[in-house]
């Protein structure tokens, strides 16, 4: 069976520094990866996504993301924290389900952003 | 294109109760999914459709879940005799369908609360 474990519950950065936000998953295939963001009162949105390929993804909101297959993680990074990335991110793995992905979700990592 | 919609955006019942979630996909997806999410956690698959039919249903908590997308446009979510361990965030996500994996647009959620 497939699992994300992102193991931070929160993490507090200020405005400008760097952030890495880790997953980890256990998959027993090639996984397919994905980050997603969700903002209060908003859907999840897809910030970049994993199939094959180049292993260091570029997302929107200027996030990048790469797989390390060798330790079974695909942490998030952002040069430049902006205040307005305060939100709640989701790592996220799925199998191919008739051509469309079930993906399994992290539990989250909630970003704080201090001024 | 106002991306997906979910009404009611709250609800509130007492124990026993039916309750009934609708969502709305963006025009032309073919494909619906609905999740859901309880505080401090990531979303987890319930089911998803592709136009009127219901390919994955298994994942669905119990026998008082259902789910119907009967013209292959919106969707409901039902649950029957609700619990107060059915208090959570229901959310539901459309794709276009295209060929390989497709993003999926997720709605605001439905938030239940179970008295």
């Known amino acids: 069976a497939q699992s994300v474990t992102q193991p931070d519950i929160h993490i507090t950065v200020s405005e400008g520094a760097s952030l890495e936000l880790r997953c980890n998953y256990s998959?027993?295939?090639?996984?397919?990866l994905f980050w997603y963001v969700q903002s209060p009162g908003q859907g999840l949105q897809l910030l970049l996504k994993?199939?094959?390929?180049?292993?260091l993804v570029q997302g929107i909101k200027g996030f990048e993301a790469e797989f390390k297959r060798s330790q079974s993680s695909f942490n998030l990074r952002k040069p430049s924290v902006h205040w307005s990335d305060a939100a709640e991110y989701f790592c996220?793995?799925?199998?191919?389900?008739?051509?469309?992905?079930?993906?399994?979700f992290g539990r989250g990592t909630s970003l704080i952003v201090h001024p | 294109d106002t991306g997906v919609s979910q009404d009611p955006r709250h609800k509130i019942t007492k124990r026993g109760q039916n309750v009934t979630f609708r969502c709305d996909p963006i025009?032309?997806?073919?494909?619906l999914y609905w999740y859901r999410q309880t505080l401090g956690q990531g979303p987890e698959f319930l089911t998803y459709?592709?136009?009127?039919?219901?390919?994955?249903k298994s994942r669905l908590l119990s026998d008082r879940f259902s789910a119907e997308r009967p013209k292959g446009s919106f969707s409901t979510l039902e649950i029957q005799r609700t619990e107060q361990g059915d208090s959570a965030m229901y959310l539901c996500?459309?794709?276009?369908?295209?060929?390989?994996?497709?993003?999926?647009?997720f709605g605001p959620g439905t938030r239940l609360t179970v008295l």
């Open positions: 994993y199939f094959s390929g180049d292993t």
């Open positions: 998959y027993g295939a090639t996984p397919y």
């Open positions: 025009s032309e997806h073919n494909r």
């Open positions: 996500a459309s794709s276009a369908g295209l060929a390989g994996v497709d993003e999926q647009f």
């Open positions: 459709f592709q136009n009127e039919a219901q390919l994955e």
């Open positions: 996220a793995v799925g199998p191919i389900s008739g051509g469309s992905y079930i993906p399994t």
